[in-house]
């Protein structure tokens, strides 16, 4: 039988999350062109019954129960299947059967449900719900997550707003970037758009870390990466960028080479504050220049201002 019950894993966003697959695998309401599932995906917009809430609450337990240490003990458990978790019928369950366990619930989805009233209502019982946004652009929607033919997007984006006036946990965005197909100029300045409308708490900007099944979903590239960075903070508080490097994000260790990998992993810095960080770490110029040289860091222009980000292209 498929694991329905995964870790706790490290995540950046969520410190040490316990994975829950409340759906069978490969089930999704879109086919996004960079889903490592990819071709393989089913695709159904219908909502239905996948597992009995209470057997998943089990295996949950049982989870919990086998870890040792308190420090193994999950920050969250999270709803993150290989599909669209508010597929299922039983989500609003779920979350309050794991809300008794007294561990904050996280949910990863989609965002293509929304215009329903009971996944809204359902999403209100989590701590923690991010939603996918990689474009408002009806075209580019369709070439990259090719949603299923029932979905709306105009539908989606009101359930979104919505949802984000009566939500009082914490509330995320996640913007995929790929090549050529939503991260020109006018496509990130519109996402960012939508997204000011219902203000989130972080925007993630993320790239496609694993292989794609279709080949055409390239990840933006460093340069575009540091424009969208830009773009997104031209609208929006706090925005922050997932390119595959979970590192030791914000902690300062007193030393270079960690700290600037680390900031640089979630956002760009520009040249003055990393002339700063030499400075307080009693570094020279030279360990700066090691890391453009082992290609750990990219310099970029942006505004009339050098910034270097973590180099993640290969
Ligand atoms: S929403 Fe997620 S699971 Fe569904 S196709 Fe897109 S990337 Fe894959």
Same mark, same amino acid.
């Given at each position: 039988m498929e694991r329905r019950v995964f870790g706790p894993v490290p995540s950046r966003? *969520?410190?040490k999350s316990l994975g829950?697959?409340?759906?069978?695998?490969?089930?999704?309401t879109y086919q996004c062109?960079?889903?490592? *599932?990819g071709k393989a995906v089913r695709m159904q917009a219908n909502r239905q019954e996948f597992y009995r809430p209470e057997e998943l609450v089990g295996e949950v337990k049982t989870v919990l129960d086998s870890?040792?240490?308190?420090?193994?003990?999950?920050?969250y458990v999270t709803l993150v299947?290989?599909?669209?978790?508010? *597929?299922?019928?039983h989500m609003g369950e779920l979350i309050e059967r794991l809300g008794i366990l007294n561990i904050p619930v996280a949910v990863i989805t989609?965002?293509? *449900?929304? #215009?329903l009233p009971e996944v809204r209502e359902e999403l209100l019982g989590a701590d923690y719900v991010s939603l996918k946004v990689d474009t408002v652009q009806h075209q580019t929607w369709k070439k990259v997550?090719?949603? #299923?033919?029932?979905?709306r997007l105009e539908a989606i984006e009101e359930g979104i707003q919505t949802f984000a006036r009566l939500f009082t946990g914490k509330l995320v965005t996640e913007t995929m970037l790929i090549r050529g197909f939503n991260d020109s100029y006018d496509e990130l300045t519109q996402t960012a758009r939508f997204i000011r409308t219902f203000t989130p708490e972080t925007a993630y900007i993320a790239i496609p870390t694993r292989p794609p099944a279709?080949?055409?979903a390239v990840p933006a590239d460093e340069e575009t990466v540091n424009e969208a960075y830009h773009i997104f903070r031209d609208y929006l508080d706090k925005v922050e960028l997932l390119t595959g490097y979970e590192g030791?994000?914000?902690?300062?260790?007193? #030393?270079f080479r960690e700290d600037i990998l680390s900031i640089t992993a979630v956002h760009p810095m520009r040249e003055d504050a990393v002339r700063g960080l030499l400075h307080k770490t009693n570094d020279s110029e030279d360990a700066l220049i090691l890391l453009l040289e082992e290609k750990q860091l990219e310099k970029l222009q942006f505004n009339g201002h050098n910034y270097y980000l973590r180099r993640f292209s290969k």
């Open positions: 966003r *969520l410190g829950i697959n409340n759906i069978p695998y490969k089930i999704c062109i960079y889903c490592q *599932l870890i040792e240490k308190e420090n193994e003990y999950p920050d299947p290989d599909g669209e978790p508010t *597929l299922d019928i989609n965002a293509s *449900l929304m #215009h997550n090719k949603p #299923h033919k029932s979905i279709f080949r055409q030791n994000a914000f902690s300062s260790t007193g #030393h």
